[in-house]
């Protein structure tokens, strides 16, 4: 089992910064691929990054050059840095952790999530 807590939402305004974390626990040896979704009201779930064992660092074209994923593997501790947020960055972010990935639709459909921490842009 894995356990994924997130934190670093908030509100911002338009151009704003957030960094989200993710701390990961429990058996994590076995999750070469961690990421980040999100989900906002009335809209399909959105894979927005995602990192591997192996270096490989994947984006969501929507996010590409404004958000940056990272993980420090001594604090087993995976980010997200989001600049130049938009109003339609809004949404419930959540952590991510699976085997393998090949793409930002694997992220989604992950054995372990986290509860999700809430972003919201104002314009």
């Known amino acids: 089992q894995v356990q994924l807590v997130e934190s670093g939402g908030g509100s911002v305004q338009a151009g704003g910064s957030l960094r989200l974390s993710c701390v990961a626990s429990?058996?994590?040896?076995?999750?070469?691929?961690m990421g980040w979704f999100r989900r906002a009201p009335g809209k399909e779930r959105e894979g927005v990054a995602s990192?591997?064992?192996?270096?490989?660092?994947t984006y969501a074209d929507s996010v590409k050059g404004r958000f940056t994923i990272s993980q420090d593997n001594a604090k087993s501790t995976l980010y997200l840095q989001m600049n130049s947020l938009k109003p339609e960055d809004t949404a419930m972010y959540y952590c991510?952790?699976?085997?393998?990935?090949w793409g930002l639709g694997d992220i989604m459909a992950s054995n372990y999530l986290g509860q999700g921490t809430q972003v919201t842009v104002s314009s």
């Open positions: 991510a952790a699976r085997g393998w990935c």
């Open positions: 990192i591997r064992s192996d270096g490989i660092l």
């Open positions: 429990g058996y994590t040896y076995g999750s070469k691929c």
